[in-house]
């Protein structure tokens, strides 16, 4: 399996592009609210990205159409904006990448519309935490099982399931590069982790079964059994044996 392995001069190229990503994301949060369109949080991506001397890493890419991805209650990832209007107890993912220098970053989050469910809560909560435990799993030295353990045995101790057809990634000129690192798995299992590789690790947990499917726009995933999901991302690089986020500001 060829990791690719990046220079320090390259991982900053990467750290000003998860800057970009950061900062953007902040603000479409930011404009989350009751009775706006999922196409208003794109125009507010595009407008926030014109800022920046970056360009997007979405928009084309196999076809996609948008800037960003909004995913709302049961989309699990990669839905498109449209008209779609937020309500009261929604909760809406959103997933936007980068490219400066030629280098991404990538980054989810998933935000609450108004009042949320405690069972909403209780989800976003688990999953974001599950992101940081695997990326304090992803040291020089370790495997990459031990990423994908990490993430699968916290969210199912709390009683949640992992997305099991879709993945975390390598990362870097291109916004997928091998190895694929998926949310469940064994320890000791996959590739040693060298310094200078990057990852984007992303938990996509849901509060129901893991199976999945993919609506008619041969994009957006939902959860075959409709029930809520939530989704997570940082990009990271392996530097000095432990994992740094690059994608955080």
Known sequence: MGVLRKSQREIAAMKQAGKVVALVLKKVAGEVRVG??????????????????????FKGYHGFPGYLCVSVNEEVVHGIAGDRVLKNGDIVSLDFGAIVNGLHGDAALTV????????????????????????????????LGDISSAVQSYVEEKGFSVVREYTG???GYKMHEEPQIPNFGR???GPLLKRGMTFAI?????????QTRVLD????????????????????????????ILTRL
């Not at 407008?47 to 920046?52: Q, V």
């Not at 992303?202 to 893991?210: K, L, S």
């Not at 957006?220 to 530097?239: P, Q």
């Open 169 to 171: 990634h390598g990362i």
């Open 112 to 143: 609450g519309v108004g009042r949320i469910s405690s069972k909403a809560e209780e989800l976003m909560k688990v999953t974001e935490q599950a992101l940081y435990v695997g990326i304090d799993a992803a040291r020089e030295g370790s495997h």
């Open 217 to 244: 726009n041969c994009w957006t995933v939902v959860t075959a059994d409709g029930s809520l999901s939530a989704h997570f991302e940082h990009t990271i690089a392996i530097t000095d044996g432990v994992p740094e």
């Open 36 to 57: 706006i369109r999922t196409r208003d949080l794109e125009a507010v991506c595009i407008k926030e990205l014109a800022e920046y001397d970056a360009q997007p890493s």
């Open 187 to 189: 320890e000791g299992d």
């Open 202 to 210: 992303e938990p996509m947990v849901n509060i129901g079964g893991w």
